[in-house]
């Protein structure tokens, strides 16, 4: 009689998390969970694209403006680093009542908009170089867990449709804040546009925090020293003594040997660098391709943005269907896929004889951009580890710092050393680089073992 009853209630347990993966299904929660990354993308995308280079060029003689922004963000790539990884290891360890998650992605933001309106008040280069590494700081300390949190709540029959959404928010966030962060700034409201950014910040964390519910982290991970919010209690939470131990470990542990146990997750890894180093070497030059290789002069200044514009729009278009890609395809054949058609668009942009030419060229660079971010984060969180996700994407966004580096240190000599010898080629060379570091990404990533594909819910 007791044996039927615990088959009764396994039962109706089981009912009840099918029911909870029914609801992660719906494209509302999709929209409400990934909320918290558009409103990440609409800030960092104002922040680094308009504010913060307007700022440093009212604060800096003009000769040395791109040498101060360039400090800046070499410093807060460094931040990203070694926060991101330790934020999302603690996550996966801290039990709460709220859950494991939530507790860091609040303090994070809430720390965020709080600088946002120091730096808006900021006179001096150094106050705001200080400022930008604490936002970058607290940025960190919640994306690392908010990381965590999807692969905790989305049932993976449905993580490809939520990895589409969760790039097209990334898209959608940047060209929001891009084009009302340019119109703020260029009418004189640098503060307004700051404003703006920490509204969208501040809305979009509060969106996705109050409406999704968390269960994991209320009663901890058996096979995981955990950080119990009870054995310190709210009266002694700032105490840095009640912390020290637990911190101590978990930063000593994100970069335990573990991690080169996992072969997929490096191969991976590395085809993520090539990736992201290819985007990053068409990025920075495409303006001076505009101006010296393709003969547009002083016309290149207003004519980038449309190209840009039209890349993005492609990814934008691209990114939800390319997340749900994945389900018939195979997540490791779509980010192979999707690198092939950045290496095609990156050759026709290197060979490409007029302006006009390249819109077309646009919408393969575009689809690969797009199709990438989404396919790229389901297969991640079906590589990393169970109970430690936060720890292994935080580690991913060492490569994503790493990447935008490593693309300008290598593609600038190049370009510079065959404008040397031909004034303008040094670009389409460049061009030809990211190609052959999109089949890099496209080889590297078909050494991953898929797990078991399991049929997207519908």
């Given at each position: 009689m007791a044996r039927r009853e615990t088959r009764t209630l396994q039962g109706e347990q089981l009912q009840i998390e099918r029911q909870a993966g029914e609801e992660a299904a719906g494209l509302r929660w999709l929209s409400v969970?990934?909320?918290?990354?558009?409103?990440?993308s609409v800030t960092w995308g104002s922040l680094t694209t308009i504010v913060l280079p307007r700022l440093v060029e009212q604060l800096v003689p003009a000769a040395i403006k791109t040498s101060?922004?360039?400090?800046?963000?070499?410093?807060?790539a460094i931040v990203a680093i070694v926060v991101q990884p330790v934020s999302g290891?603690?996550?996966?360890?801290?039990?709460?009542?709220?859950?494991?998650?939530?507790?860091?992605?609040?303090?994070?933001?809430a720390a965020q908009l709080v600088l946002l309106i120091v730096l808006a008040l900021s006179g001096s280069y150094w106050a705001i170089l200080v400022v930008m590494l604490c936002i970058e700081v607290a940025?960190?300390?919640?994306?690392?867990?908010?990381?965590?949190?999807?692969?905790?709540?989305v049932p993976r029959g449905r993580r490809g449709l939520a990895s589409g959404f969760l790039g097209g928010a990334q898209m959608a966030g940047q060209v929001v804040g891009v084009a009302v962060a340019g119109v703020l700034v260029v009418a004189g409201h640098v503060a307004l546009a700051v404003a703006f950014t920490a509204a969208s910040r501040g809305l979009g964390t509060l969106i996705t925090v109050a409406g999704v519910e968390e269960r994991d982290g209320r009663s901890g991970e058996p096979h995981l020293p955990r950080l119990r919010w009870r054995a310190v209690g709210m009266g002694r939470f700032l105490e840095p003594f009640r912390w020290r131990r637990a911190v101590r470990t978990v930063v000593l542990e994100v970069w335990g040997g573990d991690v080169l146990e996992q072969r997929d997750y490096l191969w991976l890894l590395g085809s993520r660098l090539a990736i992201?180093?290819?985007?990053?070497?068409?990025?920075?030059?495409?303006?001076?391709?505009?101006?010296?290789?393709?003969?547009?002069?002083?016309?290149?200044?207003?004519?980038?943005?449309?190209?840009?514009?039209?890349?993005v729009l492609v990814a934008l278009i691209a990114a939800i269907p390319g997340g749900a890609m994945t389900a018939r395809w195979g997540r490791v054949r779509t980010v192979a896929l999707s690198s092939i058609s950045g290496a095609v668009g990156a050759v026709a942009f290197a060979v490409a004889p007029s302006y006009l030419s390249l819109f077309a060229i646009a919408i393969p660079f575009g689809l690969a951009m797009?199709?990438?971010?989404?396919?790229?984060?389901?297969?991640?969180?079906?590589v990393a580890p169970p109970g430690e996700a936060g720890r292994y994407l935080g580690l991913s966004n060492t490569v994503t710092a790493a990447s935008a580096v490593l693309a300008v240190a290598i593609g600038g000599p190049v370009a510079d050393l065959i404008n040397g010898m031909r004034f303008g080629d040094g670009y389409r060379a460049v061009f030809m680089l990211a190609a052959v570091e999109f089949v890099i990404g496209a080889w590297a990533v078909t050494h991953v073992h898929e797990p078991a594909a399991v049929p997207e819910a519908r």
């Open positions: 969970l990934t909320a918290y990354y558009f409103g990440l101060a922004l360039s400090l800046i963000a070499g410093l807060q290891s603690a996550s996966d360890r801290l039990v709460t009542p709220w859950g494991r998650r939530r507790p860091l992605m609040v303090i994070g933001v940025s960190n300390t919640a994306q690392g867990p908010y990381q965590g949190l999807l692969p905790d709540l992201l180093m290819a985007t990053g070497t068409l990025q920075p030059f495409v303006y001076y391709y505009l101006e010296d290789s393709i003969g547009l002069g002083n016309q290149a200044g207003t004519l980038v943005a449309p190209l840009a514009g039209a890349v797009g199709i990438f971010l989404s396919a790229d984060w389901a297969l991640l969180t079906d």
